[in-house]
């Protein structure tokens, strides 16, 4: 039995995530992400995949954002008619995260035809609301912990990644005639003692090992998270305007909420309104209420009758909500998606708000390069919406404490727990700097020899005769 992999993300960045494994007859694919960030990365999604999509058996998903599941549709619009495995909460999240994209995807192409400002006499989205409809009947759900079969020579086990809620570290069985190899993928590493989600799962064995590397190259450490971010709003408010959150809908909302409220009820920042204006992060908010197994909060941490219930939050979902947003003026906290404001309804509040000198555009998580968010955040003077170049006045700040990836230090002591080298070792998810980082400590700290940094489209063999 041969076993080999394709490398189909983008090499030296933390976007689209795809891994295909072509053990003997079965082809298998972990992770299924549309490319963000760069043009160039982003062009790649309107390409054909470089193998035949309708020969791919299956799909093995570590999570549910969108640089690890958003492919989906268009991979199935492509002919792939397998089955999706995923973890409960993960299939929960896609229900909500892929029909949403799916609805930008049109209304942004609707908006640029009438607009004109598309290349395109035409413009077409790159998937519509069929496509990811028809993904959500592929779903099969598992628990962590528990092996599944997806071919007569491949288990599967999900082990906890406390990235997001459902995420989850790949382990892949391959049981050969002669022995058994095991190959490893992290997915996305979570941050260790978080307040919602349970630290990564351990791993001991790997024969083959692919570790993201987001923060490989820097510690995310801050003493105390929460004092932080009360003297940012603090501060904020003070300015006399209202504070603009970009946020990721799934996961850093519903840590911010958490936090937001403790602080509230400590009266370490004033009872002012926390407006969430986005229908994905209230349906996702009511996900943990009914995913009590994927995460460690407690109902009776909040004033309200469920989690994230409490008198200052205020879900917005209807447009009109949205919009009246733009007439309060101080004293509010607003959260909106996208987290790197490459779509969504933080649009149109960036519209309204950057060329207001008292508010605070706070950012609260990675922005990726080539992102609206990371080129506000270098300082650029204007930033193009809706075609309009729009001059950032506000004052924008950022705290980089709320992350949901593992920084350097936690990376290592995930690594560290494994007791053999892995045969091969591929450092993946993670811009240049951040990979090389990375894949320096293991070879010198740790003498571990085939330490790879991958590169877009390079295949490996990773067994052969098992």
């Given at each position: 039995?041969?076993?080999?992999d ?35 990365n982003?062009l ?27 492919y989906?549709?268009?991979?199935v ?53 069929k496509d ?12 962590y ?60 064995e ?92 407690k ?101 980089n ?21 892995p ?36 295949s ?7």
């Amino acid at each position: 039995m041969n076993v080999r992999d394709k490398y189909l993300e983008a090499a030296h960045t933390v976007t689209g995530s795809k891994f295909l494994f072509k053990i003997d007859g079965f082809s298998q694919l972990v992770d299924c992400g549309l490319f963000q960030g760069l043009k160039e990365n982003r062009l790649r999604n309107w390409e054909e995949l470089p193998y035949d999509v309708a020969r791919i058996d299956a799909v093995v998903l570590t999570h549910a954002h969108i640089d690890h599941s958003g492919y989906l549709p268009r991979l199935v619009r492509n002919g792939f008619a397998g089955p999706i495995y995923c973890t409960e909460a993960t299939e929960g999240l896609l229900h909500i995260m892929l029909l949403d994209a799916a609805k930008l995807q049109e209304e942004e192409a609707e908006f640029a035809k009438k607009k004109g400002y598309s290349r395109h006499r035409s413009p077409k989205p790159l998937f519509t609301t069929k496509d990811a409809k028809k993904v959500l009947t592929l779903l099969q759900s598992k628990i962590y912990n528990q092996p599944f079969t997806i071919d007569d020579h491949i288990e599967i086990l999900f082990k906890d990644a406390g990235h997001i809620l459902g995420s989850a570290i790949v382990q892949i069985l391959i049981k050969g005639e002669n022995q058994q190899k095991k190959i490893v993928l992290s997915g996305d590493l979570g941050r260790y003692d978080q307040p919602m989600l349970r630290s990564p799962a351990k791993v001991t064995e790997a024969d083959i090992l692919f570790v993201e590397s987001t923060y490989g190259d820097r510690e995310n450490t801050v003493r105390d998270i929460e004092e932080l971010l009360a003297t940012k709003i603090n501060t904020g408010l003070q300015r006399g305007g209202c504070i603009l959150i970009p946020s990721f809908a799934v996961g850093r909302t519903q840590v911010l909420l958490y936090y937001l409220q403790k602080l509230q009820s400590e009266e370490k920042i004033p009872s002012i309104p926390i407006y969430v204006d986005s229908p994905m992060a209230i349906s996702t908010t009511d996900l943990y209420q009914a995913y009590p197994d994927y995460h460690t909060l407690k109902a009776t941490e909040f004033k309200g009758p469920g989690i994230f219930d409490y008198p200052t939050i205020q879900y917005y979902r209807t447009q009109e909500s949205s919009i009246n947003l733009n007439e309060v003026s101080n004293n509010a906290i607003i959260i909106s998606a996208s987290g790197m404001c490459t779509g969504g309804r933080i649009l149109h509040h960036l519209y309204h708000r950057l060329g207001r000198k008292n508010d605070t555009l706070l950012f609260v998580g990675y922005q990726a390069l080539g992102t609206r968010g990371r080129r506000i955040l270098d300082g650029e003077p204007t930033s193009r919406i809706f075609g309009i170049e729009v001059k950032v006045k506000c004052v924008v700040d950022v705290i980089n404490g709320l992350s949901a990836h593992a920084d350097q230090k936690e990376l290592h002591h995930w690594i560290g727990q494994l007791q053999e080298t892995p045969k091969m070792t591929f450092i993946v998810h993670g811009e240049t700097s951040s990979s090389l980082a990375l894949a320096h400590h293991l070879r010198i700290n740790k003498q571990w020899d085939n330490v790879y940094l991958p590169h877009y489209l390079e295949s490996f063999e990773l067994f052969r005769g098992i």
